[in-house]
């Protein structure tokens, strides 16, 4: 199968260091709780952490809502949800896209529901805000992608192109 590229390895890497410096600006140096939804955020997630300069905690949770397929179910499935105290801590949710808001919009109900954290943000590599159906806006996003099906860079089809160190698209 052809994929097209849409985003090289070294886009997403230039893109990765802005985010981070943006980051290291809000923090300050203080201390952060990185939560990364897996399975699609973890090259995201793993990469960004390199370039961030504040003590920080990584946990990953599993949300899904996509049952192999190239839609969302329109139901997210906390696979694995647990998380420690994160009371009066600085939390840094990342994941790899935001397409209908739905997953982002359960996390942060989750996390409000939870804690009161000291601050919440939330960051996606890519927004398809195009087919968003919820209000949730990521506080940091790195592009804004159209309404295709993306695969690589921690982005999936059937549990295949993960490993991808770009981002594209299927050519049917
Ligand atoms: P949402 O709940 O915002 O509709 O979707 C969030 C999740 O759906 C993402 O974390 C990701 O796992 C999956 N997803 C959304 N769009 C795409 C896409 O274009 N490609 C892939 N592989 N997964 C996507």
Known sequence: MKINVLYSEEKIQAKIKELA?????????????????????IMFAVDLVKHLNMPLKMEFIRLSSYNGGTKSSGKVNAVDISLPDLNDKNVLIVEDIVDTGLTAKFLLDFLNCNFHTKSTKFCSLLDKKITRQTDVEPDYYGFEADDKFLVGYGLDYDGYYRNLTYIGYIEK
């Open 21 to 41: 410096e943006e980051m290291n600006k809000f923090y300050n140096g203080e201390e952060v709780y990185v939560i990364c939804a897996l399975k699609g955020a």
